[in-house]
């Protein structure tokens, strides 16, 4: 059983004076974690963000082998879970003096093998 942590949703853009420009990026940790039961915290460091970070909307998905990434939750002022996710077992927390949102998975499973993967948005 494996879950994983990887950041693939910084992508560059082109600003007005065509030059390539890159918002920050998450660091997420740890990269790799294997465990069959428990309890598995993931974290995301958004220290590279400027602004208030209380407006900041931190979004975690899941990417299961061979599939499409699918959104877990999202984190504004309230916690939104999507369908696809039994939300007693995903718990989310913001931590704005250090600009670090952690996932909480509880009572993992080998179901829950997979990539996750942090987003933010303002």
Known sequence: ?????LCPFCESKI??????????CPVQTPRSITKSAGTVRLMCD???????FSDTIVHWYQQKLNDAP?????????TV???DFQAHRYMVEK?????????TINKVTPDDTA????????
């Open 95 to 103: 931590f704005p003096s250090q600009r670090l949102c952690t996932l």
């Open 70 to 78: 699918k959104r877990i939750l999202y984190h504004g002022e309230r």
């Open 81 to 83: 879970v999507g369908g």
């Open 115 to 122: 990539n996750y993967y942090c987003a933010y948005s303002d």
């Open 15 to 24: 600003d007005a004076d065509h030059k390539e420009t890159r918002p920050p």
């Open 1 to 5: 059983e494996h879950v994983a942590s």
């Open 46 to 52: 958004l220290k590279g963000i400027y602004g208030d």
